[in-house]
Structure formats: structure tokens, C-alpha cells
């Protein structure tokens, strides 16, 4: 349900550069880790406590 949210400004990143490390915070305490690694988009979701 976020991947459509997440996915277009990467697509711009791509552009610019080939590999890229973006860090996406949602509201929700969650942090998506998006490795763009030769235009494979590789989402890992880590999660943290905020104190």
C-alpha cells in the first residue's frame, strides 16, 4: 500500500543516480530502507521506538 508512495520520487532519483540510499519515515514509526542498487529496488523496513 506504500510501495506506489515510495516508489515515484525514487524514480527520479534514478536519474540522477545510479545507486542511492533513500531513508522514507512514515507517521506510523516505521522507516523504509530503500537501497536503489543499478535500478533494483531492494525495500527493507526497519522499525524504532521513539523515546
Sequence with gaps: MF???IIVPINQRISTSID???FIALSN???F???VFKN???IH???YLVY
Design 3 to 5: 510501495i506506489h508512495e
Design 20 to 22: 542511492a540510499n533513500i
Design 29 to 31: 514509526k516505521v522507516i
Design 33 to 35: 530502507n530503500i537501497c
Design 40 to 42: 533494483i529496488i531492494v
Design 45 to 47: 523496513k526497519v522499525e
